[in-house]
């Protein structure tokens, strides 16, 4: 695993790297820290703001803009047309053209941008000479290099500045929004500074930080106060607010000196008396639990050293007594590296090192980096935005058809703790879910598409016609109890199952050829976004709606329940996908098949197990028709592990090593382990959890599948694994 560490030698806009533990990460540039925000746009044509990349992002932290208040998604209603009679939905009155919107009204942008995701600080070094603090340039440093220990989960960055060397270690508390940082410089006694600077919230697509409205915000420092838990140490508490946003900031270490400098700056130095070569020093971030602010999900709201009521005890590391305990720096590096060992330890792992085809090697690369990636990313208590918490994509937002692809992998590698936090989120937006079927004539929960916290969906002529997320709760939770079988995880997630499954059921209308799906609807494949009022029966959702429906049939059988009739009324008589000159269609009314975005037709039998809708000839035929001829650019990163599951179960693993390593645009994988898309989305989760559910199937097989070892992988190849768990 660690001949996979990160080691970069020069500034790469593009690659930089993150500390995190699933509620929140830090990403940083080559120095250590956010120091260089102007140099990370990921490309100047791209007009991304500068610092895009250097995010400071927890899953709890979202601020709104006042004024939304009478702002209501009836403004937007409309009435479509379906089998069931006129029913409403949530549309737009404006478009979205290249992931920009265009004549929406102000509800509609207001919706759409509240709440967004906060920016929470950024966090750099400043030099301090003749009394004047300025910022630093990258040809100022020298001599610069980094590596991300993946077995410690520490950035160690090297340079030179003003001069002097400097060695800075950074690192996140596994189980706090605490960073860790210390500073081992002769250049600290030159002036080298470490300053935090607020920003208000944004409202731009992928903007988390607004620089250009400091009255609309506050920052406040309090005065230093004794840490009862790290003896020697000083705190200092900065209380920020924005509208309806508050959170604090809690500094601590010793020997430093602490002082607001700017109006939403704090600079931080070494005290005269202190060492004067070391700054060691722990930046927490605590939500304050209301308004926007939401409290922190995995273990309740995130307390540090020295704050009253505190809820997480801090330990000495191994080896050290209260007296000699480490400084708060080097305490937040020391949890971090006793947290990844056990991370690395369980769960699930593939080698592919004995394997003398030179591809196995970046293989194996693009998958440790995404256990990393996602771990820290994905594991939260909240569905992850396509951009993690590196930075903003749909203005922090996430969307609920992603989920399964951030976070399905977790179960296959036997790391269901990670994914049980998100999925329980579902039980929060039942009522809102309930309420939106319930308006639209039918029963159950109808998912949401494009969210915040508070499940409130977004308006958009795309996001509300989708229907692949409703089966999705069912799928990750089916995962969980492959993972974990028990009657406890049956009831937990009972009701979630289930109404997904009522909606499924009423959703389906019965028709002389039998049961069909839409319109209105938009597939996976969201080409045919502008015939949503006339799409009907999409290969893949037939499939993934007889297979949703007869799993949660089987958990009604597992909890000794009576079957629901309609369920299995419903699945057994869906009409057949669309076959045209001998492939799978993306749907059976014209055009049928559109060459660009998600082949998504491929997820019927890859994604998904073989079920009685699906011909595995046709479903050959069919891949062998998408990898001759598709519109590759208009990819995206997870058509790649869609492609490498379907070649797996037609027992083609050459077709999906090929797959998952194709050289596309869409396909690019960075040093730094993202999935990088375009300039909009400078990289991608989806991309990492897919291939990380690609290589579980590929290694572990699939129920009934064929009985050789690797099923996945070319004959050619040596793979050791263990740990995961076999898919559907």
Request: hydrophobic share 40%; charged share 20%.
């Amino acid at each position: 695993m660690r001949r996979h560490n990160i080691h970069q030698q020069r500034l790469d806009p593009r690659s930089p790297l993150s500390v995190g533990n699933g509620e929140f990460a830090f990403t940083v540039d080559l120095t250590g820290l956010q120091t260089l925000p102007s140099e990370y746009p990921v490309d100047a044509r791209e007009a991304l703001p500068p610092g895009t990349l250097l995010g400071t992002q927890s899953t709890w932290g979202w601020h709104s803009m006042p004024g939304g208040e009478n702002y209501r998604l009836a403004s937007s209603t409309v009435l479509y047309d379906s089998p069931h009679g006129p029913v409403p939905y949530v549309d737009m009155v404006g478009d979205i053209v290249n992931d920009r919107e265009t004549g929406t009204s102000a509800a509609e942008t207001w919706l759409r941008a509240n709440p967004h995701r906060l920016d929470l600080g950024r966090i750099g070094f400043v030099l301090e000479q003749d009394g004047t603090s300025r910022t630093i340039n990258s040809k100022e440093l020298s001599g610069t290099g980094q590596t991300l220990d993946l077995w410690t989960g520490v950035v160690t960055s090297t340079f030179t500045v003003a001069g002097y060397p400097a060695t800075v270690t950074t690192a996140c508390h596994p189980d706090r929004d605490e960073l860790g940082v210390r500073v081992e410089s002769a250049a600290v006694r030159a002036g080298l500074l470490i300053s935090i600077d607020f920003p208000y919230g944004s409202e731009a697509w992928h903007d988390a930080a607004g620089w250009d409205q400091p009255g609309a915000h506050t920052t406040r420092l309090g005065q230093a106060h004794s840490s009862h838990l790290r003896p020697g140490a000083s705190s200092w508490t900065v209380d920020r607010e924005l509208d309806n946003s508050r959170y604090q900031v809690v500094v601590s270490g010793q020997g430093l000196d602490v002082e607001q400098t700017g109006t939403h700056q704090v600079t931080i130095r070494a005290a005269q008396d202190a060492d004067p070569g070391i700054l060691d020093l722990s930046i927490a971030f605590i939500t304050a639990g209301d308004g926007d602010c939401i409290p922190r999900g995995r273990a309740g709201p995130s307390r540090v050293p020295g704050e009253a009521g505190a809820g997480a005890q801090v330990r000495p590391a191994a080896g050290h007594s209260p007296r000699d305990r480490p400084s708060p720096g080097s305490s937040v590096a020391a949890a971090s590296a006793s947290h990844w060992p056990g991370f690395w330890a369980s769960g699930g792992a593939v080698e592919l090192a004995a394997t003398a085809d030179p591809r196995a090697r970046e293989l194996e690369r693009r998958i440790v980096l995404s256990q990393y990636l996602t771990a820290v990313n994905c594991s939260g208590s909240l569905p992850p935005q396509e951009t993690g918490l590196v930075c903003n994509s749909w203005r922090g937002r996430f969307h609920l058809e992603m989920h399964w692809w951030h976070a399905a992998h977790f179960a296959h590698w036997n790391r269901v703790e990670l994914l049980l936090p998100s999925l329980r989120w579902y039980a929060t937006v039942l009522e809102s879910s309930r309420k939106t079927a319930l308006a639209q004539g039918f029963d159950g929960v109808r998912w949401p598409k494009q969210v915040g916290p508070d499940g409130r969906e977004s308006p958009s002529p795309i996001g509300t016609f989708l229907i692949w997320q409703q089966p999705h709760p069912i799928h990750l939770a089916e995962l969980v109890y492959r993972a974990r079988p028990s009657r406890e995880v049956l009831e937990e997630f009972a009701d979630i199952v289930f109404e997904s499954a009522d909606f499924m059921a009423s959703f389906a209308h019965s028709t002389s050829r039998g049961f069909e799906l839409g319109p209105p609807l938009i597939p996976a494949q969201e080409s045919y976004g502008s015939l949503r009022g006339t799409v009907t029966n999409p290969t893949f959702e037939l499939a993934y709606w007889q297979w949703g429906l007869r799993t949660a049939g089987a958990w009604r059988e597992r909890l000794g329940l009576e079957p629901v009739k309609s369920w299995h009324t419903v699945a057994d008589g869906l009409v057949p996908p669309r076959v045209l000159n001998g492939v799978y269609a993306g749907m059976d009314v014209e055009p049928f098949t559109i060459r660009t975005d998600h082949p998504s037709m491929l997820c019927a039998l890859g994604v998904l197990p073989r079920t009685d809708l699906i011909d595995e000839g046709i479903m050959k035929a069919t891949l062998h028709d998408v990898l001759a001829d598709w519109d590759w650019n208009s990819t995206w990163g997870w058509d790649y592990p869609v492609m490498a599951m379907t070649a797996a179960r037609l027992g083609d693993p050459e077709a999906a090593v090929r797959a998952l390593l194709q050289e596309a645009g869409k396909n690019t994988v960075l040093p730094n382990g993202h999935n990088r898309q375009t300039g909009s989305l400078p990289l991608y989760l989806p991309g990492n959890g897919g291939l990380l559910a690609a290589v579980a199937l590929m290694a572990a097989g699939w129920d009934n599948g064929p009985d050789r070892h690797a099923p996945g992988f070319p004959a050619g190849w040596t793979v050791a694994w263990e740990g995961l768990v076999p898919a559907p």
